[in-house]
């Protein structure tokens, strides 16, 4: 599995913004975030084929996850942007079709994405 995610960028608070991940092989996928000084934490998953999504309480109704398997990309949709959702963004995948919010249950991981939300 191989992940690649980008398009990350600066946005004003109240924003919203679009981080892609490309995403080849079989996998669930998530989507993490670390600030600096910070642990990396989860932000959202999504399984294999789609059907089941989970969110971080921190950002439950304003975040979406999804995923289109033809072009092999996930996505997170994030909209009514904070300065605390200040972060490099990762995205990773599982082997498993199910979504986790465990870090230790991901296999593979991509670079990074920063994105900023200025106040």
């Known amino acids: 599995v191989q992940l690649q995610a980008f398009g990350g960028g600066l946005v004003q608070a109240g924003g919203s913004l679009r981080v892609s991940c490309a995403a080849s092989?079989?996998?669930?996928t998530g989507w993490f975030r670390q600030a600096p000084g910070n642990e990396r934490e989860f932000v959202a998953a999504i399984s294999w084929g789609g059907g089941s999504t989970d969110y971080a309480n921190s950002v439950k109704g304003r975040f979406t996850i999804s995923r289109n398997n033809t072009k092999n990309t996930v996505y997170l949709q994030m909209n009514s942007l904070r300065p605390e959702d200040t972060a490099v963004y990762y995205c990773a995948a599982r082997t498993y079709a199910g979504t986790s919010r465990d870090i230790q249950a991901y296999d593979y991981w991509g670079q990074g994405t920063l994105v900023t939300v200025s106040s």
């Open positions: 092989g079989r996998a669930a």
